[in-house]
């Protein structure tokens, strides 16, 4: 699975989301991470640094999943399990497809 | 949609016990009484102006659930367009009331519900979310007035719940069988009960699994049989049973009209209960309904400003200091300080995001931060006011004085200002800084949606200190160990 990844621009972050990809490369070496200006992916990850969660949204016809630092598309998540909590969605979403 | 007489004509069927005064109200006629009619007069406004053309943008809106047009007091925030017209609504509202119209409690009470219900049910399997969605058609259908009851009185404040030496301090549920719950406690501070249709019973504080009983939130009318409510007194009540002009604002009175609700053994059906037991969802709530009823404060509290600076205002033109610098320099710093507040209010609904419900959140750092504001810039406001009232504001003469055949020349004389400004104007305005000013309405923007502390512990929680340690360390060129990826 290829995931188109997004950050927010990280005005006043409460995470360090570019930590929580590299979290992501490193425990799901089944997934693909590539930035959002790519031409071709599967789904578009939005990390934002906090619960506004105000990315400008590329145009993408896919699933579009969102991670701020408190939840994973808008379910409470811990932030120290942020990084599990994703790759769990993009697992579930692989075996959809 | 109701009109403001529709409402208050629904008010008089119910079967409602309001004690004031140590007497039993009769139910008809509880909206009549002078210590109440104010606060009757103030929530209907929100009824007649759903009504009016030069209102309805920001006063209605197209229901999510059917696309009906609906009173924006019953709907569910849809965009961060209608969490700003919200604010602006409120602002608008108060310009013409002066004071609290109470149906923003039950407003922010279902919208808070409805966004922890959806989560609550996701991960728990529950069904409260159904339930509050059948509640909230019901609200929509009927347009009543939710009176929103989260403050419990609890007692010695250093115990939890279930630690006080009384056990009903917080509202708990004593009985469940298969067809509801029974609920013993009391609601404390009331904004706008005596004249609701229903209210929206939530926990007062995060809750420990020791009270599970304590986690509950339900819906039930205010004459449910076991409710009683306890009429809360006013500065300067009893001039409510005078004429009009001492009591500064006769048509909307001071603040919402709260009152103490005493809950002995009162019945819910389960079709009316959204919260039973779960206390990890307790919290949650809280977090919910005060960043909402905090997002209020600048547009509500930035309306009412608006008229305690016109009344400043006026009292210095017609006292003849209107053109003095000093004067007209606290009027500007009155007016940056209420546009500070709905700046406020503004920014919290703009950057608001929506929730997995669907429903839109404010941004609740941005909300603390704003309620915190109006615990002190009121206060500050007011003190301008009072400045520029004079100390007439504090000793004038009554109503009666000015009326009497015998003394009434000397007041008209004595407490005349510019000479072309009849002596009642003067003293009426007088009457409106003294009334907007002091006691109740001021421990309002105090204790209102919380006191000062709870934000406080808010928007430090929410304001990353860590992360501003590493910047400066970071361009003060000092190493910055580690990055942690959270503060601890
Ligand atoms: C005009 C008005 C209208 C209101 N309307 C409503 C309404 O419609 N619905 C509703 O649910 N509520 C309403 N409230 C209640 C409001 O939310 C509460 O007043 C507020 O939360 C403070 O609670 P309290 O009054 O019990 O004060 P307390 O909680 O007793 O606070 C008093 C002081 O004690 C401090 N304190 C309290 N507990 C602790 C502790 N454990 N440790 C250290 N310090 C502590 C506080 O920070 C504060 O400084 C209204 C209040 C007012 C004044």
Redesign the interface.
């Known amino acids: 699975m290829r995931v188109g990844v997004k950050f927010c621009g990280n005005c006043?972050?409460?995470?360090?989301m570019g930590?929580?990809l590299q979290e992501l490369q490193a425990q799901g070496s089944d997934v693909e991470f590539v930035p959002w200006s790519e031409e071709r992916y599967d789904v578009l990850l939005v990390l934002s640094g906090c619960?506004?969660?105000?990315a400008t949204r590329p145009d993408f016809d896919g699933r579009v999943i969102e991670a701020t630092?408190a939840s994973v598309?808008?379910?409470?998540v811990a932030?120290?399990e942020l990084p599990e909590a994703i790759l769990a969605v993009l697992r579930a979403e692989a075996e959809h497809e | 949609m109701r009109t403001g007489q529709q409402y208050i004509d629904s008010l008089r069927k119910r079967d409602i016990k309001v004690y004031l005064k140590g007497e039993l109200l009769e139910s008809s006629t509880v909206v009549d009484h002078p210590f109440i009619r104010g606060h009757v007069a103030s929530a209907a406004m929100t009824y007649d102006l759903a009504h009016d053309p030069r209102y309805e943008d920001l006063m209605t809106v197209k229901s999510h659930i059917d696309g009906r047009t609906i009173n924006r007091f019953t709907h569910i925030h849809q965009s961060t367009e209608d969490l700003l017209k919200k604010v602006k609504m409120l602002r608008m509202i108060s310009q013409k009331t002066g004071t609290c119209y109470q149906r923003c409690v039950g407003f922010d009470a279902l919208n808070a519900l409805y966004t922890v219900t959806f989560e609550m049910d996701a991960k728990l399997g529950t069904d409260y979310h159904k339930r509050l969605q059948a509640y909230l058609e019901y609200v929509q259908d009927t347009d009543i007035m939710v009176a929103g009851a989260m403050t419990d009185p609890k007692g010695d404040r250093s115990l939890r719940p279930g630690q006080q030496a009384d056990p009903d301090l917080f509202v708990h549920v004593v009985k469940r069988d298969d067809k509801g719950i029974v609920i013993r406690g009391a609601k404390a501070h009331m904004t706008g009960m005596v004249n609701s249709h229903e209210m929206l019973i939530m926990p007062t504080m995060a809750m420990a699994p020791e009270d599970k009983d304590y986690a509950v939130s339900c819906a039930l009318p205010v004459d449910a049989p076991g409710v009683i409510h306890i009429f809360g007194r006013q500065t300067n009540d009893d001039r409510k049973c005078e004429g009009d002009m001492d009591q500064g604002n006769a048509r909307y009175g001071i603040v919402g009209g709260e009152c103490l609700t005493v809950l002995e053994d009162v019945f819910v059906p389960w079709d009316k209960v959204f919260m039973c037991g779960e206390i990890d969802y307790a919290g949650l709530l809280v977090e919910r309904f005060a960043c909402y009823h905090r997002q209020n404060y600048g547009g509500c509290k930035g309306g009412v400003s608006d008229v305690v600076i016109g009344a400043a205002a006026v009292m210095a033109d017609m006292s003849g200091y209107g053109k003095a610098a000093h004067i007209k320099e606290k009027l500007n710093e009155m007016i940056h300080m209420a546009e500070s507040l709905y700046a406020c209010s503004v920014a919290c609904s703009a950057e608001g995001k929506k929730t997995a419900s669907g429903a839109y959140f404010v941004d609740p750092l941005l909300a603390n931060v704003g309620k915190h504001n109006v615990t002190k810039l009121i206060y500050d406001i007011d003190r301008l006011a009072q400045d520029i009232g004079g100390g007439l504001t504090a000793t004038m003469p009554s109503e009666a004085d000015l009326r009497s055949p015998v003394i009434g020349k000397y007041v008209e004389k004595y407490l005349k200002g510019v000479v072309s400004v009849p002596t009642e104007h003067r003293m009426r305005i007088g009457r409106l800084i003294e009334n907007m000013t002091g006691g109740t309405a001021l421990v309002e923007s105090m204790h209102g949606a919380g006191s000062p502390q709870a934000q406080k512990v808010f928007y430090s929680k929410l304001s990353n200190l860590e992360h501003k340690k590493r910047l400066a360390l970071d361009i003060a060129g000092v190493p910055v160990a580690e990055t942690p990826k959270k503060p601890a």
Request: aromatic share 0%; proline share 11%; net charge negative.
């Open positions: 006043n972050p409460l995470i360090d930590a929580v619960g506004r969660d105000c630092d598309d808008q379910m409470p932030a120290t």
